[in-house]
C-alpha cells in the first residue's frame, strides 16, 4: 500500500473520515437518512438484469411474476412511508418519529431468508449475496441468479417464491 495503493496513506485517511461522518449522523440525526424509495428503484433494476440472465440462459422458463409483484407492493410502500416521514418532519412529531426510524432500521431484516442460499447456509439476504465465483463481488437475487446459471429451474423456481416472500415482509415492515 505504501509503495503502489496508497502512498501516503490519503485514501485510507479520507474513508476514515468518511465512515466517521456516517456513523455520526447514523447516530445523532433526529431521522435516520434512509431514502426507501431508491431502494425499490434498485430492486427494479436488478429484477430487470435477472430477466437478462434468463433470457441469456436456456430455453427453460421461468416464471417471474411473484417477484415482479412483491417489488412494486414494495415501491408502493416506500412511497407510503416517505410520506409520513415527510409528515413527522413537518408536524415535529417525536413520537411520528421514531416510528419512521424504526421502520427505516427494521425493513432489511425482512429480507432475511431462513435457511440461506442453496449450499452456502450462511448467507441469508435474498437480495444480495457475494456471487459462487465472484469472490465478495455482490450478486442480486443470488439464489435465482445462481440457479439459473447453473441451470437448474427448480431450485430457481423455489427461490423465486422465497425472494418474493422476503420482500413482502419487508413491505409490511415499512406498512403505514
Known amino acids: 500500500m505504501s509503495n503502489f495503493g496508497d502512498p501516503g496513506f490519503h485514501i485510507h485517511s479520507t474513508m476514515g473520515q468518511f465512515l466517521t461522518l456516517l456513523a455520526y449522523h447514523l447516530s445523532s440525526d433526529e431521522l435516520l437518512p434512509l431514502d426507501l424509495p431508491n431502494y425499490g428503484v434498485e430492486l427494479q433494476a436488478y429484477y430487470e438484469d435477472l430477466q437478462d440472465v434468463i433470457s441469456s440462459g436456456s430455453n427453460a422458463s421461468l416464471d417471474t411474476s411473484p417477484l415482479s409483484a412483491a417489488i412494486q407492493t414494495f415501491q408502493a410502500r416506500t412511497k407510503e412511508v416517505k410520506g409520513l416521514e415527510q ?26 431468508s431462513q435457511g440461506g442460499l442453496p449450499t452456502r447456509e450462511f448467507y441469508r439476504h435474498v437480495v444480495t449475496a457475494p456471487g459462487l465465483d465472484t469472490g465478495y463481488a455482490a450478486v442480486t437475487y443470488a439464489g435465482i441468479t445462481e440457479a439459473v446459471e447453473a441451470g437448474d429451474f427448480d431450485v430457481a423456481r423455489d427461490w423465486v417464491g422465497r425472494t418474493a416472500r422476503g420482500i413482502e415482509r419487508a413491505s409490511e415492515i415499512i406498512k403505514t
Open 87 to 112: 409528515m413527522a418532519l413537518m408536524t415535529n412529531d417525536a413520537e411520528l418519529i421514531e416510528v419512521v426510524n424504526h421502520k427505516y432500521r427494521d425493513f432489511q431484516r425482512g429480507f432475511v
